[in-house]
């Protein structure tokens, strides 16, 4: 069975995003939207419209996406927030301070960058 695959190009997701942020009461759904595809993508504001047919590449997508996914809080679980003192904490039982368990953290590929 040959399934059709969706491309995405440039002005469908910034009205997919814009509509998505809106519904979720985010302040300025459109500003947010050509700001996460712009830094997604490269692209400035202005050539995010006259660009919008463009279609974007699976890598550019996938930032984008996961943007999108912080931008509405949309983790289904799957995040887990540690504050400073805690994670000091949690170092102490390994022996590590808190810069220590950051590095960690990033090397495991586990924490978040904006």
Do not use: C
């Not at 202005?46 to 996938?62: F, G, N």
């Not at 904490?89 to 590095?103: C, D, H, K, P």
């Amino acid at each position: 069975m040959v399934q059709d695959v969706k491309i995405w190009n440039v002005g469908e997701l910034l009205r997919w995003s814009t509509d998505d942020f809106r519904t979720r009461g985010i302040d300025n759904p459109r500003l947010d939207a050509e700001l996460l595809l712009g830094h997604a993508t490269g692209l400035t504001r202005i050539q995010l419209i006259v660009e919008a047919s463009k279609e974007l590449e699976a890598d550019a997508l996938a930032r984008f996406l996961q943007r999108v996914q912080v931008e509405r809080g949309d983790f289904n679980g799957r995040v887990m927030t540690i504050r400073h003192d805690d994670l000091r904490v949690i170092g102490a039982t390994f022996g590590r301070n808190v810069s220590e368990m950051l590095s960690a953290l990033d090397e495991a590929g586990i924490l978040y960058h904006d």
